[in-house]
């Protein structure tokens, strides 16, 4: 091969590889700033590293704080711990999820129960046992119709009637959670939530009859008005139907009163020698009965 020809080849060769190593750095130059530009902006975000359940008063040890895309960024979260630190939480926040401000009880609303109350409603405690706490299935969350028996005044018989119906669990004893598994959780007491006048109402249930908590589909919001029953009809007694709209147990309907019998008509009586007759008063004009 021709000697020229190689010497011509290495030195466009050589030539070659300078220009594209100026054009390399050329370029590198030029493009490393504006990578640095196109940097993505992140906000911080508070997150929680643990399950936070309902009641619970959130530490520091709770939480911890991670970088998203300000398109990410929820509504209702917090960029600071502080803003969430001795807060309430009124509704479950999950592990790794942010925390946000309606799952948060107001600061100074207190701790435990209180927070998750609404404003104007209340709770209220009765004590149950495995019978009335429907076997330990009554849990946190449940709706339950509240029945009461006892003896009014105004009846001579045992009755029981439904005095509450759809009423909330608030915490059955001091848990406000169900159990994990799902299982029943016998408890002494049972909170329920309610206004102030069915809290008046629970309350005199509690103290002057027999409560039994009856069990209810969360789903089903009916409220059925029922008339009552009484002692004397689980024996075959029945009772006068009700009136249509009537919810409560009628008296007793009281025979009619008989009327009085008529006075008797006044009468004279009249001595004629030895002879007596007796003269009727009708209407103010004596009239003759009989000799």
């Known amino acids: 091969m021709d000697r020229r020809f190689l010497t011509v080849l290495g030195v466009s060769l050589v030539f070659a590889l300078v220009v594209a190593s100026i054009f390399y750095q ?20 508070v997150v929680a590293v643990r399950p936070l359940a309902v009641g619970v008063t959130i530490k520091p040890a709770d939480l911890r704080v991670d970088k998203i895309v300000p398109a990410a960024f929820p509504k209702g979260a917090f960029s600071k711990m502080e803003e969430v630190v001795d807060r309430s939480v009124i509704s479950n926040i999950l592990v790794d999820e942010p925390v ?38 009554v849990l946190p969350g449940m709706r339950v119709d ?37 299982q029943p959780m016998p408890a002494p007491t049972v909170t329920l939530l309610a206004n102030p006048e069915q809290a008046e109402t629970l309350t005199l249930a509690n103290g002057e009859g027999r409560i039994q908590l009856i069990l209810r589909n969360g789903s089903d919001q009916t409220v059925t008005k029922t ?20 919810s409560r147990p009628r008296r007793p309907v009281q025979a009619a009163a008989v009327p009085p019998p008529p006075p008797p008509p006044d009468q004279i009586v009249v001595f004629r020698g ?18």
């Open 227 to 246: 008339p009552g029953k009484e002692l004397s009809e689980l024996y075959g007694f029945h009772k006068p139907k009700p009136e249509p709209g009537e």
């Open 146 to 182: 509240v029945l009461v028996t006892g003896r009014p005044a105004s009846v001579n018989d045992t009755v029981t009637t439904t005095c509450l119906q759809n009423m909330m669990i608030l915490s059955a004893g001091t848990a406000m959670q169900p159990d994990a598994k799902g």
């Open 100 to 137: 946000l401000d309606p799952r948060l009880a107001p600061r100074g609303s207190g701790v435990g129960l209180a927070p998750i109350i609404p404003p104007g409603m209340r709770a209220v405690a009765i004590r149950v046992n495995d019978v009335t706490g429907v076997a330990g299935f």
């Open 274 to 291: 030895t002879q007596r007759s007796v003269e009727i008063v009708n209407n103010g004009q004596p009239g003759e009965a009989g000799r």
């Open 26 to 45: 050329i370029t590198a130059r030029a493009g490393g700033p504006k990578k640095a530009d196109v940097q993505p902006e992140t906000r911080d975000v």
